[in-house]
């Protein structure tokens, strides 16, 4: 079945940086886009943006500019965030949410509009805390 | 504050039926469809509906989804106290460039 596996929970210092993996398993890897959203405690959904997983280009959104870095690794289907010069307002949940569509949608990494999220990650915490 | 809008909070009892509205405008419900995640106590959000009224295999035809303008409605009927959960709405938002979601909805079964 299609999932996504998140890496575990992570406590850093401010101005570390830090890296979650997101694996995938299931699926074609590089037929569909990536998403990442985050969550603040107590708060609501964000979108972070996407990264188109066949050719590596990513898409950030507004706010998540600079600090924040997409990346992959297709030999072993993982999508990466890495954030650098952590804040204590960085911490949150961070899921990755991979990109779905209506069949034959999704395909060099892509899924045409529309599409929607799903699967999942399970989440990563990250603690940002001194 | 999100771009979509929904009320903070809803109650029902077993069995009622409960509505949860997002409000949008021309930029992401006047030009895109609906979506709705749940969101159960302490795990990742999953997908409820997409193209505003769609049920992914294995949701319960309790829960159905609309879209009207820029408005979009999430009804569960028959409510159980295994829907007690956090429901967030979503669109594409054409003048951002990017998803938005609202703001999320509690759902609390009394």
């Known amino acids: 079945q299609v999932q996504l596996v998140q890496s575990g929970s992570e406590l850093k210092k401010p101005g570390a940086s830090v890296k979650v993996s997101c694996k995938a398993s299931g699926y074609t890897f590089t037929s569909y886009a990536m998403n990442w959203v985050r969550q603040a405690p107590g708060q609501g959904l964000e979108w972070m943006g996407w990264i188109n997983t066949n050719t590596g280009n990513p898409t950030y959104a507004q706010g998540f500019t600079g600090r924040f870095v997409f990346s992959l690794d297709t030999s072993v289907t993982t999508a990466y965030l890495q954030i650098s010069s952590l804040k204590a307002e960085d911490t949150a949940v961070y899921y990755c949410?991979?990109?779905?569509?209506?069949?034959?949608?999704?395909?060099?990494?892509?899924?045409?509009?529309?599409?929607?999220?799903?699967?999942w990650g399970q989440g990563t915490p990250v603690t940002v805390s001194s | 504050q999100s771009v979509l809008t929904q009320p903070p909070s809803a109650s029902g009892t077993p069995g009622q039926r409960v509505t949860i509205s997002c409000s949008g405008s021309?930029?992401?419900?006047?030009?895109?469809?609906a979506y709705w995640y749940q969101q159960l106590p302490g795990t990742a959000p999953k997908l409820l509906i997409y193209k505003n009224d769609q049920r992914p295999s294995g949701v319960p035809d309790r829960f159905s989804g609309s879209k009207s303008g820029t408005s979009a409605s999430l009804a569960i009927s028959g409510l159980r106290s295994e829907d007690e959960a956090d429901y967030y709405c979503a669109a594409w938002d054409d003048s951002l460039r990017g998803w938005v979601f609202g703001g999320g909805t509690k759902l609390t079964v009394l």
């Open positions: 949410a991979r990109a779905d569509a209506s069949p034959g949608e999704c395909s060099n990494g892509v899924c045409l509009a529309p599409n929607w999220f799903d699967p």
């Open positions: 021309s930029s992401n419900f006047g030009r895109d469809y």
